[in-house]
């Protein structure tokens, strides 16, 4: 199947098991912002609580804060967003589609890579073992003729983007040919600056009135708390700031379903520390948050770094996480070092002292900052991606299964009595009323037994319990694993300690130490 085709049916089996739904549909939707659903909330929380989790419990010298939307306005000013938050956008006249100037050279740019991997690939193919592919690369006509388009081209593009010069943004999409992916047409406008934040106003009457918008990252809430934290806190550096909150940002091109919206959800960690050891925890936390992602037992091929090359003004190093999404490897997760940007710019438009008394060297200074910041949003999206499965039974069923790692999963255990009479609805009732209290449980009883399996398969709960005839005279039931469907007899009094093992954010946790 076409990956395009398995993203559609993800993205409509969200719909249809109450993970995500477009948000106001029964007014046809609002673009780029969704709801989550019962079962989409809860394995949001799950995300939440194994990232806070890893974060606060873990460390000693991390806490948390949850810091409003709202914020002075002079916050923006001074973190640059005011200023310099932009995209530059390009409009097709024929499709009237608007989309990021950037976007389109950089997809052009990977366009040459996939061309370059193709041939790689074939002559691989062709020569087996013996293949060079240091020296393929090196000598090979075609190989080095995409490569130096490819080069050049990046060239270009990396010295537009810093001005940034607008005009030569479009000259580079007018130059490489670069079409409208739904017109065909290279009918383009002029590039414009787009900023994205979202604005709106405070105060009831027009002279009262100002101006505030509505954060486009949860970063700054950190910074102007930290001198709030550290003193109340009584913080030694390094130490850790995290949040988890709502974003905004008014994207230009929106239609990816959760990867990019207009409003989501971020998790971000700031670790301060001294000036001159942030490369260090820099690299700490590059291993530390891929050994969070690679502990859900994705697959480790699935993850990528992409370090990059083109520095925000503010960064002296920057990667991001990728995973592999059905549309290619996308970033899920950026880590940054920030320098004392951020605090420094709060002294300067605040006229606050933000700085750190080192008790050690009994020195004054700002310090510097390493940022985790993972979208909730992109993160429940690899889950999805990952876990969503057709799979041939044989005998010509087939069935939908959402391998969800178990210990995300928004439902972990349902109870189903095999009859609905006979005593058995009452005594799964007793069960689930035992289970409840330790991790999520449902209880069902309509339908066949194979339906309720299915249905319990494509929402991704990894047990099932069938409460029969015998259990009243043994007390034992029949405990079904999700991914093996294997089914086995077990006494009702050890289903926690067997289900609670497997499903709980701990032994998730438990893997990092
Ligand atoms: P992109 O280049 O894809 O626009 P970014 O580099 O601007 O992302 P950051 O500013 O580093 O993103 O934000 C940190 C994280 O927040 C991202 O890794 C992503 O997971 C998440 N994020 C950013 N923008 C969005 C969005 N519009 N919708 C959903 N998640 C987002």
């Known amino acids: 199947m076409a990956q395009e085709d398995v993203f559609k049916k993800i993205v409509s089996h969200c719909k249809e098991y109450g993970f995500v739904f477009p948000s106001s549909e029964i007014y046809d939707g609002l673009a780029a912002v969704y709801d989550y659903g019962q079962n989409g909330v809860e394995l949001k929380n799950n995300i939440k609580e194994y990232w806070w ?227 260090e925890w820099f690299e700490y936390w590059k291993q530390h948050r891929m050994a969070w992602h690679k502990a859900l037992g994705m697959g480790n091929d699935n993850y990528r770094f992409h370090d990059h090359e083109k520095l925000a003004h503010y960064a002296n190093a920057a990667t991001d996480i990728e995973f592999n999404m059905p549309f290619g490897f996308k970033e899920v997760e950026g880590i940054h070092s920030r320098t004392n940007y951020d605090l420094s710019q709060h002294e300067k438009f605040s006229g606050r002292q933000i700085k750190y008394f080192d008790p050690d060297t009994n020195e004054s200074y700002t310090p510097f900052d390493v940022e985790t910041s993972i979208g909730v949003d992109r993160m429940f999206l690899s889950v999805m991606c990952h876990s969503y499965t057709e799979e041939d039974l044989g005998n010509g069923s087939s069935r939908v299964v959402l391998r969800l790692p178990e210990a995300l999963a928004p439902v972990k255990c349902a109870v189903l009595p095999l009859v609905n009479k006979d005593g058995l609805p009452e005594k799964a009732q007793e069960i689930a009323d035992q289970l409840k209290f330790h991790f999520n449980t449902h209880i069902e009883v309509k339908d066949s037994i194979g339906k309720r399996y299915r249905r319990q398969d494509a929402i991704g709960t990894p047990f099932c319990v069938t409460v029969d005839g015998d259990t009243l005279k043994d007390n034992r039931v029949t405990l079904r694993s999700r991914d093996t469907m294997e089914q086995e007899r077990v006494d009702v009094s050890s289903l926690r300690s067997i289900i609670e093992d497997r499903v709980s954010i701990t032994s998730l946790l438990k893997k990092l130490q």
Request: proline fraction near 4%; include cysteine; charged fraction near 30%.
């Open 53 to 279: 989790k890893s974060m606060v419990l873990l460390h000693s010298n991390i806490v948390g804060i949850d810091a409003s939307i709202f914020m002075h306005p002079t916050v923006w000013k001074a973190s640059g967003h005011v200023d310099a938050f932009n995209d530059p956008l390009i409009d097709n006249r024929d499709s009237k589609k608007r989309y990021r100037a950037d976007v389109l050279i950089e997809d052009q740019i990977a366009k040459y890579d996939e061309k370059i991997q193709k041939e790689v690939a074939k002559a691989s193919k062709k020569f087996g073992e013996a293949f060079d592919e240091v020296k393929f690369r090196e000598t090979n006509p075609r190989v080095l003729e995409h490569q130096q388009k490819r080069d050049a081209l990046h060239a270009r593009y990396t010295q537009a983007m810093q001005g940034p010069d607008l005009e030569g943004l479009k000259q580079i999409i007018l130059d490489e040919g670069i079409a409208d992916p739904i017109s065909g047409t290279k009918n383009w406008t002029d590039v414009r600056q787009f900023n994205l934040m979202f604005s709106t106003e405070v105060g009831s009457t027009a002279d009262g009135a100002s101006r505030i918008y509505l954060r486009p990252e949860t970063a700054q809430g950190i910074f102007v708390n930290y001198l709030n934290v550290q003193k109340t806190g009584r913080m030694k550096l390094p130490f850790g700031i995290a949040q988890i909150g709502k974003a905004f940002r008014n994207e230009i091109v929106a239609r990816q379903f959760v990867f990019r919206m207009r409003e989501f959800e971020q998790m971000e960690m700031q670790f301060f520390c001294k000036p001159g050891t942030e490369m």
